[in-house]
């Protein structure tokens, strides 16, 4: 069947090749989608799409009159599909659920690490011929106590690593993982968790209930000069509530592999541009912030996994079975 790949960049053709073993016709098309770009999978029966990609009441539709009937989202999250829209047009949506935990559970963990160490300004700082210790004076991760917001398969891979650190665990889930349970994770209400947290790390999906979780009131629980690391999605955090952390001291170290508004700005090089977001450049600005581009999910092995699972879902929908993993408006991103 032929399917449209959109926000496509050489490293997804090259493990969407390797695991569609021209079994379909990938069409590669580097926009995102979008209203204006839909018409792209004109005579694609599915389409395949991103985090940053469109799927609204309105693109749906007309994905819809073209004859798309299946989109395959080639990642965890899904909050950017309207769901009820999708069943409206006859349009079956499915996902990847879960694909190498532990890529974004180590880069959670490395960014812990290069803030409280301070090894981003170190690097920069050493290039220059600069070899001062001044400034970088970090702590040992043993016995600090950090807060795991999600224990899902990414949040139980980012304890099981910090319990090898020799942090003590705290978490806060409605449905408690028995394997932390098991590893003695203790499960407290949310306020109490950023109450005694040093480090408090996000690793639940983005949901109506978990939009903006990390907003003023979240802030003023927390313990001061506490470290925040966002590589879930970037809607938990209320962004601007974070720059006033940061600008009074509240927030000690923030770092984000996700972004608010990432949309336009991740995924492509904006190195010869001048970056109209006055809040991203604002976040930029702090020395104590670390950003990446959405790259905690980039490993060999979670790309592969990606393909293998999109590519598997394809394969079931074209041969007029159920998809592997479908997703409906009761679903849980």
Do not use: W
């Not at 974004?104 to 690097?123: D, F, G, K, Q, T």
């Amino acid at each position: 069947m032929d399917v449209a790949v959109f926000s496509t960049k050489p490293y997804d053709r090259q493990f969407l090749d390797a695991a569609v073993e021209g079994q379909h016709r990938l069409i590669y098309i580097e926009a995102r989608l979008t209203a204006e770009t839909a018409g792209f999978a004109q005579g694609a029966e599915g389409v395949c799409a991103f985090v940053n990609d469109v799927l609204d009441e309105d693109v749906l539709a007309r994905l819809a009159e073209q004859g798309v009937r299946l989109v395959a989202m080639r990642c965890a999250g899904f909050n950017n599909v309207d769901l009820a829209a999708a069943a409206r047009h006859g349009i079956i949506v499915a996902r990847v659920p879960g694909y190498s935990p532990e890529a974004v559970a180590e880069h959670a963990v490395a960014m812990m690490l290069s803030l409280n160490r301070n090894l981003h300004r170190a690097y920069a700082r050493v290039r220059d011929g600069n070899f001062a210790l001044d400034g970088l004076l970090g702590f040992n991760m043993h016995g600090r106590t950090v807060g795991v917001v999600g224990t899902g398969l990414i949040g139980v891979a980012a304890v099981r690593i910090l319990l090898g650190f020799g942090c003590r665990v705290v978490a806060h889930d409605p449905v408690p993982n028995p394997e932390c349970v098991a590893l003695g994770v203790a499960y407290l209400p949310l306020p109490d968790l950023l109450e005694i947290s040093e480090i408090v790390t996000l690793h639940c999906p983005l949901t109506p209930a978990t939009r903006h979780l990390i907003d003023e009131a979240a802030i003023a629980r927390m313990r001061p000069g506490v470290m925040l690391i966002n590589t879930s999605r970037g809607a938990m955090v209320d962004t601007a509530a974070v720059i006033a952390g940061l600008k009074r001291g509240a927030i000690g170290h923030l770092g984000l592999d996700v972004y608010e508004e990432e949309a336009d700005l991740f995924f492509e090089d904006q190195s010869d541009r001048l970056i109209e977001d006055d809040i991203f450049a604002r976040l930029l600005t702090f020395p104590n912030v670390l950003i990446t581009g959405h790259q905690g999910f980039f490993t060999r092995e979670a790309m592969t996994d990606i393909a293998r699972i999109t590519i598997g879902n394809i394969d079931a929908f074209a041969a007029g079975d159920p998809v592997l993993h479908p997703v409906t408006e009761t679903a849980s991103a």
